[in-house]
C-alpha cells in the first residue's frame, strides 16, 4: 500500500512541472525513465519555494517560506512526509545522497527575494548560485548515481548551465520582476535607463555560459544527456531571441519560443539521440 503513496506523490511532482514549464516538461521526457521521479521531485519542490516568494502577495511570505525549509528538511531526516511534494523530493535526496548544503544554498537565495529589490556584484552570484547552479548540481548527482568522479569532474559545466538558464530568465522577466516585485537583479541595472550597451554585456557573460555548459552536457550518461541537451536548445533558442530584440522591447514584453518551436526541438533532439554512442 505504502507504493500507492509513492507513486502519487511522484505523479503530483510531474504535475507541478507539467502546470509550470513546457520547456522542462519536454526535457524530462527525453531522460531515461530511471530519472524521472527524482527529477520531478527536485522540480517540484523548488518550483514550490519559488512560488511563495514570486506569487504569493498578501500572505505572510516570509512565515510561508519558513515553513516550508523546515518542513523540507524534516521530510529529509525523517525520510517521510504528508506533503507528496517534499515526499517526492526527500526521496531524491535520500537516494542520491544529495548534498544538504545545496538545498540551505537554495533556501538562502529564496530568502534574499523577499527583502532584496537590487543587487550587487556579491549577493548577485551568491543569489544565481544558491537560485539555479545548485538546481544543476542536484540534478547532477541523481544522473551521476553515485559515480563520485563524474559528479566532480562536471560540477562546473553544472553550475554554468544552471547560471545560464537563469540569466536568460532575468532577461526575459525583466518587465514583470521590476513592475510585479520591484526587483532588478543584474548589477548596476536601472531598469528605467536599461540600454543597448548595458544589454550587450549581459549577453556576452551569458554566451561564456553556454559554452562552458555545452562542453558538460555532452559528457553525460546517454541517458541524461538527450534532456539537458533539449533545455540547452530551448534556453539557447530563447537567448538568440532575446539577443535579436532591442533593449527597449524587453522593458515592454515578455519573449518567449512558441510551443510549436519547443516540439520541433523535441523531434530533433530525439532523433539525434538515435545517432549518439554512450558517453564512456
Known amino acids: 500500500m505504502f507504493n500507492l503513496f509513492v507513486n502519487t506523490s511522484a505523479t503530483c511532482s510531474k504535475l507541478v512541472t507539467n502546470n509550470y514549464s513546457t520547456s522542462f516538461s519536454l526535457g524530462i521526457k527525453t531522460l531515461h525513465n530511471k530519472y524521472h521521479a527524482a527529477i520531478y521531485g527536485i522540480y517540484g519542490m523548488v518550483r514550490l519555494a519559488d512560488e511563495i516568494v514570486d506569487t504569493f502577495h498578501g500572505y505572510n511570505k516570509a512565515q510561508l517560506i519558513a515553513d516550508f525549509k523546515r518542513d523540507t528538511f524534516n521530510a529529509i531526516e525523517q525520510k517521510i512526509s504528508l506533503n507528496p511534494i517534499l515526499f517526492s523530493f526527500q526521496k531524491a535526496v535520500n537516494d542520491y545522497s544529495i548534498p544538504l ?11 534574499m527575494d523577499l527583502y532584496e529589490t537590487a543587487y550587487a556584484e556579491h549577493d548577485y552570484n551568491e543569489y544565481i548560485y544558491g537560485s539555479a547552479e545548485v538546481v544543476g548540481l542536484m540534478c547532477l548527482k541523481v544522473f551521476a548515481n553515485g559515480n563520485e568522479e563524474l559528479y566532480e569532474s562536471l560540477k562546473k559545466p553544472a553550475r554554468a548551465l544552471g547560471a545560464a538558464f537563469q540569466k536568460v530568465n532575468f532577461l526575459r522577466d525583466m518587465k514583470s520582476d521590476y513592475q510585479e516585485r520591484g526587483r ?57 531571441k532575446i539577443k535579436h530584440t532591442p533593449a527597449a522591447r524587453i522593458k515592454e514584453a515578455r519573449i518567449r519560443v512558441p510551443d510549436a518551436q519547443k516540439i520541433y526541438m523535441l523531434a530533433e533532439t530525439l532523433i539525434q539521440q538515435q545517432f549518439t554512442l554512450p558517453a564512456a
Open 101 to 111: 548544503e545545496l538545498i540551505e544554498a537554495f533556501f538562502k537565495s529564496m530568502e
Open 184 to 240: 532588478v537583479y543584474f548589477p548596476g541595472i536601472d531598469f528605467e535607463n536599461f540600454a543597448a550597451e548595458a544589454k550587450c554585456k549581459i549577453e556576452s557573460e551569458i554566451e561564456q555560459d553556454f559554452n562552458d555548459a555545452y562542453k558538460g552536457i555532452m559528457l553525460l550518461p546517454i541517458g541524461a544527456r538527450g534532456g539537458v541537451l533539449l533545455a540547452y536548445k530551448y534556453y539557447l533558442q530563447l537567448f538568440r
